[in-house]
């Protein structure tokens, strides 16, 4: 009971949204301010994807340069992710929240008025840097404001809804706006948004001092870590176009491999106040449950890549009718998500994680049966249901089990590096996914696009059962009661 009472005395000196730092009445506030800003953090990586043609002709683009209007944001976003977790522990939650939406509201207007290549391309990678400070913030907002158990984990399921939805409405809502107005306001639309969200957070996000984890920022784990992870996004990327015995794809592996690899004996042995503490990835549900969210982002976020090929280049859909089509994904991983919680009451985040993998297995190796002449319903519409149910029931135990008994000083770091591993499963995976399916377009000389697609959407089973099998690794459910706070203890040191 000490132990609660002298958290709760740590909390209220928090700059920003610790465990019970917010009043009852405002948790809600609380929970959608921190859902609006993660909705555009998630949106801002495929909204503009439908409108790239539009952008080139509009600009004057080459093909080289129009990749880097996606991929820009993309590799700044993954790579500054950790740094943008451990920033909120440091500096504290509101402040942080704060540089992240204006940061990313300001390049979202100087990107909606560009004139020319250049600045587009930069004001993408600034969105990045933002979003990469704002996402751990809106994760770490709810995992300190809301105590563990069953009111984080709504919390968590509504979060992860949202987080679903901005991912697959991207491509409807790009669509949407390119159409209707012009691609300049699929980035302009992030300026009120983000305006109405720094009114809302001033007034919502508690204000203060930083925490215990207060002190000077680990400048060479920064770099270390920042300069791993977007050699290692930018050298898996370049495998995409030159191959993965191309020079910029092993130069760019080379150079993340080596700077990861000194980060980790810079934190273990070195650093006073380390940006990733050894004593967090020491934790099981911590080092297990990143594993399983690594290959879960491999699974889920080349999904929508490939099915809105097939769409497209198959199907024959334009890029509205391609976003239309993703809307029963969309619906269905929403619903999932807001049931998780009550799921989670029945069996447990382990099991659940493993029922949820099984079944986005069955769902992938369902979608894996397409054939010549498979058309929407016959082809898609049933396994996006069993696919997207197992989705939407699998983020939210994950995201629970990763967070959970950690103390307030490292739940920024804690988010950082969960938002990491998803986006570094996303990368990879899609890379090696799109290199199986090269290599089985090449074997069938050409003839065989369908049987590309149904290889890949099988050995995306096969991953979705590794991580079924993985997540028997995580630590049993604890009983609820008191005996839940030992975790919380050990945690903190």
Sequence with gaps: M????????????????????????????????????????????????????SIQR??????????WVVGGYALVFAGFLLLGG????????????????????????VGGLATGPGLLIAMRSVQGLG????????????????AEGPARTRALAIWTAVSSAGGAAGNLIGGVLADALSWRWILLINVPIGVVAVLAAVRLLPAGRPGAASGRLDVPGAVLATLGVTAVVYGVNQAG???????????????????????AVTEARYAAAPLMPPRLVRLRPVAVG?????????????MWYFLSLYMQDVLGYGALACGLGFLPHTLVGVAAARLAPAVMRRTGARALIVLSALLAAAGFLWQSGLGDHSGYVDGLLGPAIVMSAGMGLLITPITTTVTSGIADRDAGAASGLMNTTRQLGGVVGLAALVTLATATATATAG???????????????????????LAWALPAPRPAGPAAAAPASRSAG
């Design 2 to 53: 000490g132990h609660h009472q002298a958290r709760a005395t740590d909390d209220s000196t928090d700059a920003g949204g610790q465990r019970g730092s917010a009043p009852a009445h405002g948790h809600a506030a609380l929970l959608w301010l921190a859902c609006a800003a993660q909705f555009m953090v998630v949106l801002d990586v495929s909204v503009v994807n439908v409108a790239l043609p």
């Design 58 to 67: 509009a600009l004057g683009f080459d093909d080289a340069g129009l990749q």
């Design 86 to 109: 451990r920033l909120a522990d440091l500096y504290g939650r509101r402040r942080v929240f704060l540089w992240g939406l204006v940061l990313f509201s300001a390049s979202s207007l």
């Design 131 to 146: 979003a990469a400070v704002l996402a751990p913030a809106t994760l770490t907002i709810l995992t300190t404001g809301f």
């Design 241 to 263: 176009t030159h191959g993965w015995s191309g020079p910029t794809t092993v130069a760019g592996l080379a150079v993340g491999v080596v700077a990861l690899a000194a980060f």
């Design 290 to 302: 990143n594993v399983v969210m690594l290959l879960t982002g491999a699974c889920f976020i080349p």
């Design 447 to 469: 003839d065989g696009a369908d049987l590309s697609y149904r290889t890949v959407f099988t050995a995306t089973a096969g991953i979705c059962a590794a991580v079924a099998v």
